[in-house]
């Protein structure tokens, strides 16, 4: 399993910026498919989810209305789309996979993460 991210950035207070993650190495269309961050001294956070299907995308409230995740099963790719950025999204960004094609009640319950992509807000 491979998840290669990608789009991080440093971006001033209201920008945007859209990560990328590459997938290989499984069935990517079976899998839901999420993000997840963890800024210095801080607990991991769940970001977004999404199923298999990419019908039925799930948002954490601190980033519910500003951020939008979609996923191209046909090129194994997920893709986080973050706009009105705050310096408190500044973070490094994972692309996690989950065992299942569904979220369950555990965002944080994921099988495989990549390395991560920075992301810093500030003026």
């Known amino acids: 399993v491979q998840l290669v991210e990608s789009g991080g950035g440093l971006v001033q207070p209201g920008g945007s910026l859209t990560l990328s993650c590459a997938a290989s190495g499984f069935t990517f269309s079976t899998s839901a498919m999420g993000w997840v961050r963890q800024a210095p001294g801080k607990e991991r956070e769940w970001v977004s989810g999404i199923n298999s299907a990419g019908d039925s995308p799930d948002y954490a409230e601190s980033v519910k209305g500003r951020f939008t995740i979609s996923r191209d099963n046909a090129e194994n790719k997920l893709t986080l789309q973050m706009n009105d950025l705050k310096p408190e999204d500044s973070a490094v960004y994972y692309c996690?996979?989950?065992?299942?094609?569904?979220?369950?009640?555990?965002?944080?319950?994921?099988?495989?993460r990549g390395q991560g992509t920075q992301v810093t807000v500030s003026s």
């Open positions: 996690a996979r989950y065992p299942f094609s569904i979220l369950f009640k555990n965002r944080l319950a994921y099988q495989n």
